[in-house]
């Protein structure tokens, strides 16, 4: 297959279809494929305050959080405007989220600027993971955004080296 990768706009360099959009479509409708979002930004939080910290700085009740469960919150100016929109799911040990393309550097500075003595550590991890969205149930080693999205399907965190897989 050949991928049609997306030459401008905030999507530019990801594929936008393989040579068959139609076809590329039904599959994904009929619960099938993958869509390419290695182009977005993913960070992580780690240490034992890292929920209730997020839960202080964002938008969504992420304080006792479960596991396995994705949440999508927001980080507003103080006028109210939206700054970063974070996708994400903790995994007990380690909040993981996507972001806007080009966008995690700043967001990390931001979160770093707000830490004073919570015991956190965030990453930009943009370089050794991607993400994917599958309306399949995959398994293996990879992270899962748990609890279907409003389309059905989920976002899964893999090592960038595995995106060709």
Request: proline share 5%.
């Amino acid at each position: 297959m050949t991928a049609v990768v997306a030459e401008t706009g905030p999507d530019v360099g990801v594929p936008w279809h393989y040579g068959d959009p139609m076809r590329e479509q039904r599959l994904l409708t009929g619960g099938e494929g993958l869509v390419d979002l290695s182009h977005r930004g993913v960070i992580s939080v780690t240490g034992p305050d890292r929920l209730t910290w997020l839960h202080s700085l964002t938008t969504q009740y992420l304080e006792g959080l479960a596991p396995g469960r994705g949440a999508t919150t927001l980080v507003l100016s103080p006028h109210g405007h939206i700054e970063h929109v974070l996708y994400g799911v903790d995994d007990g040990e380690t909040f993981w989220a996507h972001t806007e393309p080009g966008s995690a550097p700043a967001l990390v500075s931001w979160l770093e600027g707000m830490r004073f003595l919570m015991r956190v550590e965030v990453r930009d991890r943009s370089d050794e993971y991607a993400v994917v969205w599958s309306a399949a149930q995959m398994a293996g080693d990879t992270l899962v955004r748990v609890g279907p999205d409003s389309l059905g399907g989920r976002e899964l965190f893999l090592v960038r080296d595995r995106l060709g897989d």
